[in-house]
């Protein structure tokens, strides 16, 4: 597979990939002397050049975050699944497939400023650039495990081309394993267990006040809201099912049926990672 070596492009306050394209029109050369329709005209590269300015902006951050080297786990497994599908719960049951002890990388976890909850609340996605600074940076600090999970990422086309640039990167140095679980619902079963989730939630509250005893949850606004929660459903099966399924092209790809029971869903997912 080709290297890629990206120059840093200057950023004045904020990324701007139309200055950019312009750039490349009138005959700027970006990757190893050639043009990057070279690249794609030859099948060696299928990512935008949006893309292409994305990770390579995302890349000189992370070169001046980091002192050290920028590495990564030999191994990463990207789970994602539509709202409902039980990725917390089966997260576990990857991890023991796999044979992985380190605490999965919760996207979720990542964005939990006041701006990024507002977002979230209203089904929306954070966008592609601080979500992937968030997550790779997150996963540099677990480079010295073998392996990590990572739970929420890529959402977006950019954010898996992204992984792609990442993998080509990596190649000639220390290559990464990666594998690309994907968990799925019908939007029936999705909409009842973020509702069915948001009520116990409420439930669980309300116990803690009566009682004293225990710890208070988290209750999402798109658990309680029927429209919300299908509005979550559909942003995840037009925007990113699709994108997720672009990843085939570089990583191990699996998709898993998460309806059913505990047990009926681990049985599959072992069923299927042990082939891996």
């Not at 990324?15 to 005959?27: D, S």
């Not at 990564?72 to 002890?101: C, D, E, H, Y």
């Amino acid at each position: 597979m080709l290297y890629l070596t990206l120059p840093a492009i200057s950023i004045v306050e904020k990324w701007n990939v139309r200055r950019q394209l312009k750039m490349l029109n009138e005959g700027m050369d970006l990757i190893k002397d050639k043009r990057y329709e070279e690249f794609v005209r030859d099948g060696c590269l299928s990512t935008s050049l949006e893309a292409v300015f994305l990770f390579d902006h995302i890349w000189n951050q992370l070169s001046q975050n980091n002192t050290k080297k920028v590495s990564f786990p030999g191994q990463i497994v990207w789970v994602n699944g539509a709202p409902g599908s039980g990725k917390g719960t089966n997260t576990r049951n990857i991890m023991r497939t796999l044979s992985i002890s380190t605490r999965p990388v919760v996207v979720s976890d990542l964005l939990q400023s006041a701006e990024f909850k507002e977002k979230i609340d209203k089904g929306m996605l954070v966008d592609d650039e601080t979500v992937t600074i968030l997550v790779f940076e997150k996963i540099i600090g677990e480079s010295h495990k073998k392996s990590v999970i990572v739970d929420g990422y890529p959402r977006t086309e950019l954010q898996t081309q992204c992984i792609q640039l990442l993998q080509m990167k990596m190649e000639k140095t220390t290559p990464i394993e990666m594998i690309s679980v994907v968990l799925l619902i019908d939007e029936k079963t999705s909409i009842e267990r973020q509702l069915a989730r948001g009520q116990d939630a409420i439930e669980h509250n309300q116990k803690v006040m009566r009682e004293g005893t225990g710890e208070l949850v988290e209750v999402r606004k798109t658990d309680r809201d029927p429209e919300i929660a299908r509005i979550r459903y559909h942003e995840f099966y037009e925007k990113t099912h699709p994108a997720l399924r672009s990843l085939k092209k570089c990583v191990e790809y699996c998709e898993i049926d998460a309806k059913g029971s505990f047990d009926e869903v681990k049985s599959r997912i072992t069923e299927i990672l042990k082939k891996k």
